[in-house]
């Protein structure tokens, strides 16, 4: 069964460095997205990517985060300079929505940690 | 803003005994709902959805929830609860439209028993 992945699965690195998290969705998926979770708290939406541009995203995603699809199969999420706070585990998904209300299959996480 | 609530932090039930998981949403037509679980250091798993049509919706793993308008509820139940079932459940509604987009409650933690 097909499955979206990311690497790494642990990114430890110090707080101004700049990151890239790594996803490859569902192939045949045209819709891509980026959720994080603080340790002990819930699932945010961050951005949503179609078409080579960004659908929506929400306060969280400002400036300091970018997307991009450089290829034709991988999907990443840059921290320009990372705080403290960034710490969390950050997960991709992607949904085909061809037809009727998406289902989003989510990524295994990146877990993120700022020192 | 559409708000996703689970009320219980924290469930324990023995195995093969029964669960409902509770959901509320806050929005103003019925949105997208849909059920995950994530285990200890795993991703989220699609469990099942509710989009129209029967209110009642089969999931994997046995799972099964109920949509209730009146109540803005759409809670997650399974008839007899296996150990391999403790994790962490989310609900999350999807309003829909051009930019799709989760809403997450808090989750419930499910300890099972033996």
């Known amino acids: 069964e097909p499955e979206v992945t990311q690497t790494p699965s642990h990114q430890v690195t110090q707080m101004g460095q700049e990151v890239i998290l790594r996803c490859v969705p569902i192939?045949?998926?045209?819709?891509f997205y980026w959720y994080r979770q603080i340790l002990g708290q819930k699932v945010e939406f961050l951005v949503s990517?179609?078409?080579?541009?960004?659908?929506?995203k929400s306060e969280i995603f400002d400036d300091q985060f970018s997307v991009e699809r450089p290829d034709g199969s991988n999907f990443t999420l840059k921290i320009r300079s990372t705080k403290l706070e960034d710490s969390a585990m950050y997960f991709c998904?992607?949904?085909?929505?061809?037809?009727?209300?998406?289902?989003?299959?989510f990524g295994p996480g990146t877990r993120l940690t700022v020192t | 803003a559409q708000s996703v609530t689970q009320p219980d932090i924290h469930i324990t039930v023995s195995e093969g005994a029964s669960l409902e998981l509770r959901c509320n949403y806050s929005?103003?037509?019925?949105?997208?709902l849909f059920w995950y679980v994530q285990s200890p250091g795993q991703g989220l798993q699609l469990l099942l959805k509710?989009?129209?049509?029967?209110?009642l919706v089969q999931g994997i793993k046995g799972f099964e929830a109920e949509f209730k308008r009146s109540q803005s509820s759409f809670n997650l139940r399974k008839p007899s609860v296996h150990w391999s079932d403790a994790a962490e459940y989310f609900c999350?509604?999807?309003?829909?439209?051009?930019?799709?987009?989760?809403?997450f409650g808090t989750g419930t933690r499910l300890q099972v028993t033996l």
């Open positions: 192939s045949n998926h045209l819709y």
């Open positions: 509710y989009f129209s049509g029967d209110t």
């Open positions: 998904a992607s949904s085909e929505k061809e037809r009727g209300p998406p289902e989003q299959y």
């Open positions: 999350a509604v999807d309003e829909g439209g051009t930019a799709s987009k989760l809403t």
């Open positions: 929005y103003g037509a019925t949105p997208y």
């Open positions: 990517f179609y078409n080579n541009e960004i659908s929506e």
